[in-house]
């Protein structure tokens, strides 16, 4: 309001002074609204992120967790095993004393057929497989260039032709044991598929 008395048009102080007053209360209230907000946002983005790091913390809790329930069952396991070793190390070591006592085995009698048949039989099989040994190092040898082709097929040639012999020889055997002809030819055939 203005004073209607001394100075008409004049502002009076007192006025003035109340309507500065309003306006600095306002003009810092809205400053301090401004800031109050601005700190929120920053406060609400800090709240977010150290939520967020909470939620990875307590995952990297559980999977730190896990990995050392794992680490205790397989050091169970470990033990186990060693346990298991350990006895097994210590039939080994008892069974070669009692082996060191006995006198030595001659290999070519340890494996003793106990009829005429069936030890012609292992020896034919023994005589097949070393000719089954004997094309294979030719073929190495003819891929490494030790021998040329026509000494590579000579020698293939005779040892396939004893090699047919020795499986028909082979069957003739088995089927006078009483054994399956076709299982020996069935174990080979399996066998050459796997090399």
Sequence with gaps: GYNTGSGYGQPDPATEAEIMRQSMVSAV????????????AMAGGELERLMQTKA?????????????????QENLQVQESIQLLTAKNTELEDAI???????????????????PLFRQLFELVAEENALEDAVYHLGKALNNAAIDLPTYLKH???????????????????????????????YKDQAQRRY
């Design 97 to 115: 004393r009692v082996m060191e006592g006995q006198q030595e085995v001659n290999p070519d009698e340890a494996v003793v057929a106990t009829a």
């Design 156 to 186: 293939v040639r005779m040892a396939s032709r004893k090699e047919f012999l020795k499986r028909a020889t082979i069957q003739k055997a088995r089927m006078k044991a009483g054994l399956d002809a076709h299982h020996h030819a069935n």
């Design 29 to 40: 209230g809205e400053k301090v609204k401004r800031r109050l907000r601005e700190y929120n």
């Design 56 to 72: 990875k913390l307590v995952a990297g809790d559980q999977t730190l967790t896990n990995m050392l329930q794992r680490l205790d």
